[in-house]
C-alpha cells in the first residue's frame, strides 16, 4: 500500500487504480531490461517502485497527461542511469547490451515510435533503427541456437 498523505484520498485512490490495473504490464517491462528470471525479479521490483515512487510525488500533473506512459519513462530513465548493473541474465534479452535491451523493449514491446524513443534516449533516430535492427537479429540468433 501507498501512504496516504497531502495528496488527500481521492488523489490516492486514483493511484492505486493506476497501479492495479499497470503494474503488471510494467513490471514485464522492467523485467525485460534487467533481464532477470521471472520467478526472482529482485531488480526489476526495484526499478519499478521507484517509478511508481517517482509517478506518484508527481501524480496531480501526470494523472492528466498518460501515467502509464510517464511511468514507463521514469523506468527507462532510471534503468538508463543503472543499466551497466545488468549484465548478463537468464532472460531472452539477456545477451543484449543495456541500450539495446531499452531499445528493443520499447520499439517492439511497447510499440513506441522510433522519433519518440530517440527523443526518450537522447540518440538520433538513424541509430535507434540501427540498435532495434541488431537487437532483434541478435535475440532471432539466440532463439535458431
Given at each position: ?19 492495479a490495473g499497470a503494474a503488471g504490464r510494467l513490471l514485464h517491462v522492467a523485467v ?114
Amino acid at each position: 500500500m501507498w501512504p496516504v498523505d497531502a495528496h488527500g484520498p481521492r488523489t490516492y485512490a486514483e493511484f492505486e487504480a493506476f497501479v492495479a490495473g499497470a503494474a503488471g504490464r510494467l513490471l514485464h517491462v522492467a523485467v525485460l531490461l534487467t533481464a532477470e528470471p521471472e520467478a526472482e525479479p529482485a531488480a526489476a521490483r526495484r526499478l519499478l517502485a521507484g517509478a511508481l515512487a517517482r509517478t506518484y510525488a508527481q501524480w496531480r500533473r501526470v494523472r492528466r497527461d498518460d501515467p502509464y506512459d510517464h511511468t514507463r519513462q521514469e523506468l527507462c530513465a532510471a534503468f538508463a542511469r543503472t543499466g551497466w548493473r545488468h549484465h548478463g541474465g537468464t532472460g531472452p534479452l539477456a545477451p543484449l547490451g543495456p541500450v539495446e535491451r531499452l531499445v528493443l523493449v520499447l520499439r517492439v514491446y511497447e510499440g513506441v515510435a522510433e522519433e519518440v524513443t530517440a527523443a526518450q534516449l537522447g540518440l538520433p533516430v538513424e541509430r535507434v533503427r540501427a540498435l532495434c535492427t541488431r537487437a532483434v537479429a541478435a535475440v532471432r540468433s539466440q532463439e535458431a541456437a
